[in-house]
Antibody, heavy 117, light 111 residues
């Protein structure tokens, strides 16, 4: 079945970077984009951007431009999301999701990133 | 502040129907038929329930339906069941400047 498996929880200090992985299985990896969405504690969902595993094209909303980089490794069907210059309000659960024409299905299990000194 | 506006809460008794609204603008919901709805049980991954306004993915019960009028989309859950209690989020494509925007979420309580 289609599945996205994410890397484990991370604890980082302010100013550091974090890189979260998302390994896809059960479908042709290059046929679908991958989006990243986060949820801060007590908050709603926030879209962070999209990458095409076919050609590496990315789209980032203005809020994250310059601070986020999404990459893909087709040899392992894995997508990576790196967020730099972490702040305390980056503490959130980060999800990857298969993007099918602007709807997300399925989602990874989520990765908790805690930013604290 | 979320780009799409949802009521923070909704409720209904088992067997009843409840509708959750999602209000955007002419720059997102009003223009594009790329409105999706997600069910999110705390601690689990969100689940796609409706895509492209009113289409259901395989496996989603037909008790869940979606619609849109103008700048407002709606998710209707009919025949409420206890397992429907969850947070529900809408999202919409918002063009090449903003791409995807989400609502703030609605907590659905089955009384």
């Amino acid at each position: 079945q289609v599945q996205l498996m994410q890397s484990g929880a991370e604890g980082k200090e302010p100013g550091a970077s974090v890189k979260v992985s998302c390994k896809a299985s059960g479908y042709t990896f290059t046929n679908y984009g991958i989006s990243w969405v986060r949820q801060a504690p007590g908050q709603g969902l926030e879209w962070m951007g999209w990458i095409s595993p076919l050609n590496g094209n990315t789209n980032y909303p203005q809020k994250f431009q310059g601070r986020v980089t999404m990459t893909t490794d087709t040899s392992t069907s894995t997508v990576y999301m790196e967020l730099r210059s972490l702040k305390s309000d980056d503490t959130a659960v980060y999800y990857c999701a298969r993007d099918n024409w602007n709807s997300f299905d399925p989602w990874g299990q989520g990765t908790l990133v805690t930013v604290s000194s | 502040q979320s780009a799409l506006t949802q009521p923070p809460s909704a409720s209904g008794s088992p067997g009843q129907s409840v509708a959750i609204s999602c209000t955007g603008t002419s720059g997102d919901v009003g223009t594009y038929d790329y409105v999706s709805w997600y069910q999110h049980h705390p601690g689990k991954a969100p689940k796609l329930m409706i895509y492209e306004v009113n289409k259901r993915p395989s496996g989603v019960p037909d008790r869940f339906s979606g619609s849109k009028s103008g700048n407002t989309a709606s998710l209707t859950v009919s025949g409420l069941q206890a397992e429907d209690e969850a947070d529900y989020y809408c999202s919409s494509y918002a063009g090449s400047a903003y791409f995807i925007v989400f609502g703030g979420g609605t907590k659905l309580t089955v009384l």
